[in-house]
């Protein structure tokens, strides 16, 4: 099970640090990406870090503002936003995935619940 945590509303400009922690299993076998969804819209695809050379793919929106990390000791994956836009307003899922990483939805086989991030200008 993915619990993801951290939304919160803030400004534009101001950075925020998201977390997904796997309880009752071990990520460390895992791809895991963050993806984000605005009411009406599709889900879509932010990061992804792969779980054996923890290489990272980010989504053209977000490069450069959104870091993605893995602490496989804690058993959690993070977001770390930086520099927020308005535009980045949605609800912010981790998911995990065997094997090869991906960046298309349907490919993940976890989810977590999720968590609104709000940004104002």
């Known amino acids: 099970q993915l619990q993801a945590s951290g939304g919160g509303l803030v400004q534009a400009g101001d950075s925020l640090r998201l977390s997904c922690t796997a309880s009752?299993?071990?990520?460390?076998?895992?791809?895991m990406g963050w993806f984000r969804q605005v009411p009406g819209k599709e889900r879509e695809f932010v990061a992804v870090?792969?779980?054996?050379?923890?290489?990272?793919y980010y989504a053209d929106s977000v490069k450069g503002r959104f870091t993605i990390s893995r602490d496989n000791a804690k058993n959690t994956v993070y977001l770390q936003m930086n520099n927020l836009k308005p535009e980045d307003t949605a609800v912010y899922y981790c998911?995990?995935?065997?094997?090869?990483?991906?960046?298309?939805?349907?490919?993940?086989?976890?989810w977590g619940q999720g968590t609104l991030v709000t940004v104002s200008s």
């Open positions: 009752g299993g071990t990520l460390s076998s895992y791809g």
């Open positions: 870090i792969t779980w054996i050379t923890y290489t990272t």
């Open positions: 998911a995990a995935k065997r094997g090869a990483y991906s960046t298309t939805i349907y490919q993940y086989d976890y």
